[in-house]
Structure formats: C-alpha cells, structure tokens
Nanobody, 119 residues
Framework: QVQLVESGGGLVQAGGSLRLSCAASGSIFSSNSMGWYRQVPGKQRELVAIITFDDSANYADFAKGRFTISRDNAKNTVSLQMNSLKPEDTGVYYC?????????????WGQGTQVTVSS
C-alpha cells in the first residue's frame, strides 16, 4: 500500500507564499515521478508541476516563474514552493506519485490540501 500525506495549505493574501509538502510511504518504486495537481473552482483537475526521480521538472504555464517543485528521494517527499500567489490560485492541491512497471501503471493521490488566496 502507498500513502501520500500532504501538508502546508492554508489562507494567504495575494502576493504571499505557501509551501506544500507531501510525504509518501509504502512500497514505492524508486524510478517514479511525483507531482502536484490542483482543482480550482469550476475547473477540472490540472497539472501544476511534476518532477522525476532524477530531478527533471516540468511546470504548467501558470506556475512558471512563481512555483518551484523539489523532492527528496531519501525521504520520499515532494514539496511545492508557491510565491506571488494570486486569488486564481485558490483551490485544492493534490500530491501525486506514479510509475510504470512493464505495461502496468501505478498512480497514487493524496487527500488534497486547501489553498486559499485572498485579494
């Protein structure tokens, strides 16, 4: 079983910063990708940022220049530093962990953490 536990969400004023963290536990394949997704009101869940086991990162356009994803492979954690937050960043942020093994795909999600940015 794999579990993801997120922390760090909360309420912040526009222009402020938050740092989200996610800790994974269980039977985890080392060559995995970890990422953050979000669901903002009225929209489908979308990718925020993703980082591979060898630290290759990709960001959604709205996250570039404001958000930074990082990971610690020894601790199976991933973090998302969010700066210059905007009200439209308000939503539920989900941690994701996934890998492929042969033809099988493994995909795990955290419970989500609320981020609210006030104007």
């Amino acid at each position: 079983q794999v579990q993801l536990v997120e922390s760090g969400g909360g309420l912040v004023q526009a222009g402020g910063s938050l740092r989200l963290s996610c800790a994974a536990s269980g039977s985890i394949f080392s060559s995995n990708s970890m990422g953050w997704y979000r669901q903002v009101p009225g929209k489908q869940r979308e990718l925020v940022a993703i980082i591979t086991f060898d630290d290759s990162a990709n960001y959604a356009d709205f996250a570039k220049g404001r958000f930074t994803i990082s990971r610690d492979n020894a601790k199976n954690t991933v973090s998302l530093q969010m700066n210059s937050l905007k009200p439209e960043d308000t939503g539920v942020y989900y941690c994701n962990l996934g890998w492929e093994w042969g033809r099988d795909e493994y995909d795990y999600w955290g419970q989500g953490t609320q981020v609210t940015v006030s104007s």
